[in-house]
């Protein structure tokens, strides 16, 4: 229940043999339906999630707060951010489970995947008793329900809902920018598509070299999903909406066209071949070619 009342972004995880071996030498915590604390007897629940580099979990003063309030304490696990999604993937393929991941972008295919073989749990009977607040919104937002349930109708991870304008932007090196007279930023595939080719061609960085890389990034593809998807007609590089329905962007014809025109910057040399292996930092000190 703890996984549904903590934070939009949790996951609840099945334990692992070990943990469940662990769990019978506890007394078993009796739940309070409602109000504060969840548990009258304090108890300690795993927690993994990625590491940024701005402090460790267990000094921050929202988990202080919640553990006051919850009688419910969390053992961290945190590995940087660059190397979670391998341990995450380690984690899930081996069974070797927290009892919470927490803000660890559990993607709809991971969530269809270990959700229809039991290592996630579903979470909407759980919503329904325990979670008024996230019951509410998903009620006053049908379209949010719809776009976290799974193909086999069951919940199996909770997102952060923002309805403002996306965080996410594409960055520009402003200095290539006036070099190249570039005073209009592109609206279209095809007019970004040329603009990297003046990065590539045109030596904006004025060094006399072709060294400059037009796209970087250190994720593969990435975040590129947010930045370019919707030019292709899709909201999301996995379950998503379009035109009111519920759709698998990956099977879309849309969502071929889109790794067509990554492959063709890919090809071209308009990609930094490096972006699937490097990491946030080592594309960093490459500023001076992107």
């Not at 030498?25 to 629940?45: M, Q, R, W, Y």
């Not at 579903?122 to 799974?150: C, H």
């Not at 996306?166 to 570039?182: A, D, I, Q, R």
């Amino acid at each position: 229940m703890t996984t549904v009342l903590m934070s939009s972004v949790l996951f609840g995880c099945k334990s692992n043999e070990a943990s469940n071996e662990t769990s019978k030498n506890e007394p078993k915590a009796a739940i309070n339906e409602s109000g504060f604390p969840i548990v009258d007897e304090k108890i300690t629940l795993t927690m993994v999630g990625p590491h940024v580099g701005k402090g460790e979990w267990k000094d921050r003063e929202y988990f202080k707060e919640m553990e006051k309030l919850t009688n419910i304490n969390f053992k961290f696990e945190t590995p940087p951010r660059d190397d979670f999604l391998t341990k995450k993937q380690l984690l899930l393929a081996s069974g070797d489970l927290p009892d919470i991941f927490y803000a660890s972008d559990i993607n709809h295919q991971e969530q269809i995947k270990y959700g229809g073989n039991g290592i996630l749990i579903p979470l909407e009977d759980l919503i329904d008793k325990y979670a008024p607040n996230i019951k509410k919104m998903l009620e006053e937002s049908p379209e949010v329900k719809k776009a976290i349930t799974a193909p086999d109708g069951h919940i199996y991870a909770l997102p952060s809902v923002d309805d403002q304008p996306s965080y996410w932007h594409m960055w520009y090196n402003g200095e290539w920018l006036k070099n190249l007279g570039v005073t209009e930023l592109p609206k279209t595939t095809d007019e970004f598509y040329n603009l990297l080719k003046r990065f590539k061609t045109e030596d904006p960085n004025k060094n006399g070299k072709a060294d400059e890389l037009p796209l970087s990034n250190h994720n593969g593809v990435g975040e590129f999903d947010s930045y370019l998807l919707a030019a292709f007609g899709l909201t999301g590089s996995g379950i998503s909406l379009k035109d009111g329905e519920v759709v698998y962007s990956p099977v879309r014809e849309e969502y071929k066209a889109y790794l067509e025109y990554m492959n063709k910057l890919w090809e071209e040399d308009l990609f930094d071949h490096e972006s699937f292996s490097q990491t946030n930092p080592q594309k960093r000190r490459k500023d001076t070619k992107i």
